[in-house]
């Protein structure tokens, strides 16, 4: 009896260490590679048993052999001896060094073959009522996203240098979140539209236009309820390409929109059914030379417009205060503003220049 206590005690003490734990992480990677059939590695592990978690150059590969997804490094709190407790609350996450990307040439994506894996021959309801999120913090430093659909003709590419987020409370269970803070540093989305892989048979129809329907959630079939307090824009760029055959406007070209030097702050954004509201203060550039030196007001987005109320829009030479509107039929609309985009305002005291 004394032998077998020791010996656990032995396996207890050496699972603990960093050797045994980056061994047993090897052995997994290996055999999830060769059933996968591509590589999975992970160049170190450290976890601190049984509250905390660090994996150190984490690698997914395609069927293609190319990069699929890349960690620099990932971090994760869980709460002490999560395994013998009813609720498991993971309260941090850190991802440092962070790559993924999505592609697909024809109507299979680069990722399927996880999905087909991971996925399941009996679906099973799951219980979630074990699933505690007491997510309290996420920290992001130089994350990259790349989509490549060449089936569609959409090219999608995210990037940012420092993602914090504090939370107040996310219960998954009830459809809540409340976030105290959010600050986005250096973030950049592009997005390129030009011919797919697709064929035109394929192509969805034109849909018949929605009518305004309260009763009916578009955006937020689920329900949830949604409030931060306060999100943090430094130094952002936001670029539109669409293929035309033809160059590119010296002026304003709304095929090809790109806006720097986006900052700003956006407080007590709140989702209530399919309605998106909060107070922003806004400042940008645009390819074009035109300058964006302030664009304050009460905004509301949902599925059918965007509305700004107090408004008080900025450039060097001009001003517009009071309220103004883009109804649409979907947000999809709009990609071509100029044509699909219903205009409205309501202008008091409006300077307008025409150097701007």
Request: hydrophobic fraction near 40%; avoid cysteine.
């Amino acid at each position: 009896m004394l032998v077998l206590i020791l010996l656990i005690l032995v396996a207890w003490l050496s699972i603990q260490t960093t050797p045994v734990q980056n061994w047993l992480v090897r052995q997994v990677t290996h055999s999830l590679s060769k059933s996968l059939g591509t590589e999975v590695s992970v160049k170190h592990v450290d976890f601190t048993l049984f509250n905390k978690m660090l994996l150190e150059g984490t690698l997914v590969k395609d069927l293609n052999k190319d990069t699929l997804l890349y960690a620099g490094t990932v971090k994760v709190n869980i709460n002490d001896w999560f395994f013998l407790k009813d609720n498991i609350s993971l309260s941090y996450i850190g991802l440092e060094d962070a790559t993924i990307n999505l592609s697909r040439s024809d109507s299979t994506w680069n990722y399927k073959f996880l999905i087909d894996f991971f996925a399941s021959p009996s679906p099973k309801q799951k219980d979630t009522s074990s699933i505690d999120l007491a997510l309290k913090k996420v920290e992001f430093s130089n994350i990259r996203f790349l989509q490549k659909d060449g089936w569609r003709g959409e090219d999608m590419f995210f990037s940012i240098a420092k993602f914090n987020l504090e939370a107040n409370k996310i219960d998954l269970r009830n459809k809540l979140i409340d976030v105290r803070n959010i600050n986005l540093d250096q973030p950049v989305f592009t997005i390129s539209n030009y011919d797919g892989n697709r064929p035109d048979s394929l192509r969805p129809k034109n849909a018949a236009k929605m009518e305004p329907d309260s009763t009916r959630l578009r955006w937020n079939p689920a329900g949830w309820d949604m409030n931060v307090t306060r999100v943090t824009i430094t130094n952002g760029d936001f670029k539109s390409d669409r293929d035309v055959d033809r160059e590119i406007y010296t002026y304003f070209d709304p095929s090809h929109i790109d806006f720097s030097h986006i900052n700003g702050k956006f407080d007590n954004i709140r989702l209530i059914k399919d309605s998106i509201t909060a107070k922003i203060d806004l400042s940008t550039r645009e390819r074009s030379g035109f300058e964006l030196k302030k664009l304050a007001a009460n905004m509301k987005m949902h599925p059918e417009g965007m509305e700004f109320y107090d408004l008080d829009l900025r450039t060097p030479n001009s001003r517009l205060q009071n309220f103004y509107a883009m109804r649409y039929d979907s947000f999809d609309d709009m990609q071509d503003y100029v044509t699909s985009v219903r205009m409205e305002g309501n202008f008091r005291d409006a300077v307008i220049h025409s150097d701007d």
